[in-house]
């Protein structure tokens, strides 16, 4: 099947839903106070990244940018296994997700 | 905040069309409209009705959003606007919803939507792999965790804890200052994509690029053109250029598997003779001691080195 390059406008288009979701998830990240919920805020700023990195690599038109994808959901994989046993962890000591609980950890 | 407010329209009539898709001044607008429709929307232990409010504002600015960029549709089809709207709906209920449930299947929501976009972006493998890796994987641990670690509601006067939201779900920390930060790096991010006047002048006139990218030709052999399938050139793009890259990636997730598993192990760290005295008790009466296969106690002894039956 011929694949045709995509053109800068479309590309602007994709970048802006890239960047509009890396946003929501960065405010999630700051606002919410359920620990599981702020690492599922990390994972939605994964997910706009993806989204730019694959446009940037369809608009070059090579495959950098979906190789570079699977890297990053590798990490993504590596990071939600050990921040969930982190999550248990923490859990088990003060029985809450509150995030609040560990105000000392600021110093 | 209205002085404000009339401040930016002012700069937004007043902004000349700088050639981008979207002026500064109307991205400015945009930011401080989403900010405030963010703030209201967020959970603060408030009622109802503000935050319909908040969700009402934020989805008219992203159907504003939406006309601005459709009013110049070029490349981009009829599935880019639905699954995109799908994704930013689904992701904003992932930050706004206080039940974290219920934020993790609007997660899953939003992870099928961009797996959308992949696909129209032809990138079928990892559109697969995102909705195996993340929808099936990824989420489903999320959700036994968040299963594993459902807290106990501390009574209340009703005592019918099941409906009411634990206040570390309910009410949001900073609202005002997350949202002012956020949209304000979302508007300088709008604007550095739309704005740049080069983007806009090249796609006026499609040979422009080609012209360009026949200059400096990307010589690697990823960059000829497409034959086979976009899975089968993934692959060989990886197997022939990533192969190191590959391999770490497995000795990363093969390292997080062991580090999960010494996490969240029970009662890890412990002492030498507590462990020792832990010896004498928690042996179970069938364990044998030592490799000799008449060590193996009978049931019904106290002490497991004592053998229960005559020695031959």
């Given at each position: ?21 890396f ?31 694959i ?10 940018g ?37 105000r000392?950890?600021?110093? | 905040?209205?002085?404000?407010i009339s ?40 009622d ?7 969700g009402?504002?934020?989805l ?6 939406a ?16 699954f995109s ?8 209920r992932?930050i706004t919803h ?10 899953v ?9 992949f696909v ?6 990892m ?5 195996l ?9 999320y ?10 509601h ?6 019918t804890g ?12 900073e609202?005002?200052?997350?949202s002012?930060?956020?949209?304000a790096l ?22 422009a ?10 010589i ?14 993934l ?16 000795l ?9 598993i ?16 832990m ?6 009466p ?27």
């Amino acid at each position: 099947m011929p694949r045709k390059s995509m053109s800068e406008l479309a590309l602007q288009h994709y970048l802006a839903v890239g960047a509009i979701m890396f946003v929501i998830g960065l405010i999630g990240f700051m606002t919410r106070r359920n620990l599981i919920i702020i690492f599922l805020c990390t994972e939605l700023m994964f997910q706009g990244v993806a989204i730019n990195l694959i446009a940037f690599g369809r608009y070059w038109g090579n495959l950098h940018g979906q190789a570079f994808v699977i890297f990053v959901l590798v990490i993504a994989a590596a990071e939600a296994s050990l921040a969930l046993g982190l999550v248990v962890l923490l859990f088990r000591q003060k029985s809450t997700l509150d995030a609040n609980v560990w105000r000392e950890l600021r110093g | 905040m209205i002085g404000l407010i009339s401040y930016a329209l002012g700069v937004a009539v007043a902004a000349p069309r700088t050639g981008g898709l979207v002026s500064a001044g109307l991205l400015l607008v945009l930011s401080l409209a989403g900010a405030v429709g963010m703030i209201l929307l967020l959970p603060g232990g408030r009622d109802t009705p503000l935050r319909k409010i908040g969700g009402a504002v934020l989805l008219a600015l992203l159907l504003v959003l939406a006309a601005l960029l459709g009013k110049t549709a070029a490349g981009v089809g009829f599935y880019f606007w639905i699954f995109s709207a799908i994704a930013l709906v689904g992701a904003v209920r992932v930050i706004t919803h206080t039940k974290p449930v219920y934020s993790a299947l609007y997660f899953v929501l939003t992870v099928m939507a961009s797996a959308g976009l992949f696909v129209l972006m032809w990138a079928e493998f990892m559109a697969a792999a995102l909705v195996l890796i993340y929808a099936g994987a990824i989420l489903v641990t999320y959700v036994f965790v968040i299963m594993l670690a459902s807290e106990a509601h501390e009574g209340g006067a009703g005592g019918t804890g099941a409906e009411t939201d634990l206040d570390h779900d309910a009410v949001s920390r900073e609202p005002i200052l997350a949202s002012a930060a956020g949209f304000a790096l979302l508007g300088v991010l709008l604007f550095v994509i739309f704005d740049k006047p080069s983007f806009s002048r090249a796609a006026d006139s499609m040979s422009a690029r080609s012209a360009s990218a026949k200059v400096a030709p990307d010589i690697s052999p990823a960059n000829q053109p497409v034959m086979q399938g976009g899975t089968q050139q993934l692959g060989a793009y990886l197997f022939d250029h990533q192969v190191i890259n590959l391999e770490l990636a497995g000795l990363i997730l093969t390292i997080a598997m062991v580090g999960a598993i010494v996490i969240a192990r029970r009662g890890v760290w412990r002492s030498g003779e507590a462990l020792r005295e832990m010896g004498e008790t928690l042996v179970a009466p069938a364990t044998p001691i030592d490799d000799n296969p008449h060590s193996i106690p009978v049931v019904g002894t106290d002490n497991p080195r004592q053998k229960a039956y005559p020695e031959t």
